[in-house]
């Protein structure tokens, strides 16, 4: 398996590389969602060799109607890196992305390294920042003719993020997220109402992931920002294509996906 591994690895890292599509790579791991997180760590060092700094994470499959889609019983992660990040108003370079589709996000900043998993109730005290995010997903597999082992081993398809400004959670909290978040692409726009529970829910994700980041050997680090799952289907995003998003509490952001 350890050879089989090392291929999947260097077939997703070489396709993120030269922005090209390859083959599902489930058959070489055999299904084994272990075998998938090695791959994905595998590929994370190899980033890490680059110079690329490790900048937070994501979670996928946040809804029991995704996980069934892809026959999972829990989340999924991924990692982020530094080149990945941009902030609102960016232009984003083309270059390295297959087929991206854009995620409506909350993010949260990591306010203590979290090495031992602290209780249910005492995490959310972590999540001490809170930001409106847009994640880029992209998969290296030909197509997104993936299934949960594909996903895993591409990092969690993580393309690239967008994120906002980040405000006191609990003050937000407080106030509450009433309202609808929207994205609009081009002049297509797409809404949906915000459930009350948007960030108790991002945070049961997101203690989720603190756990499973000690168990693959990298726990979340202070500092480190958390995308916490789509808010609303993703959009398909078009080379060239402006892309503007917003919620009310959490102001708006916008960014271009450049030619």
Sequence with gaps: MAANVETAAGMLFDAQKHGRSCEPVRSLLEGHIDAAYQVQTRNFHRRLDEGHKLVGRKIGLTTLTAQKAFNADAPDQGFLLSDMMYASGACIPWQGFIEPLAEVE??????????????????????????????????????????????????????AFVIGDF?????????????????????????????????????????????????????????????????????????????????????????????
């Design 106 to 159: 909350l993010a949260f900043r990591m306010a203590a390294t979290v090495e031992s998993l602290p209780s249910f109730e005492e995490f959310p005290s972590l999540l001490a920042e809170i930001s409106l995010a847009v994640e880029i997903v992209d998969s290296r597999i030909a197509g997104w003719k993936i299934d949960l082992t594909d996903m895993i081993a591409d990092n969690g398809a993580a393309g």
């Design 167 to 259: 405000m006191l959670t609990e003050a937000v909290r407080s106030s509450g997220l009433n309202g609808s978040v929207f994205c609009q692409i081009g002049q297509n726009r797409s809404e949906q109402v915000l459930t009350e529970k948007a960030i108790d829910e991002g945070a049961e994700a997101a203690y989720w992931l603190a756990g499973k980041a000690i168990e693959l050997g990298v726990p979340l680090q202070k500092g480190e920002i958390i995308l916490s799952g789509s808010l609303m289907p993703p959009v398909k995003i078009r080379r060239g294509a402006s892309v503007r998003t917003g919620i009310e509490r959490l102001g708006s952001l916008d960014f271009t996906l450049g030619r």
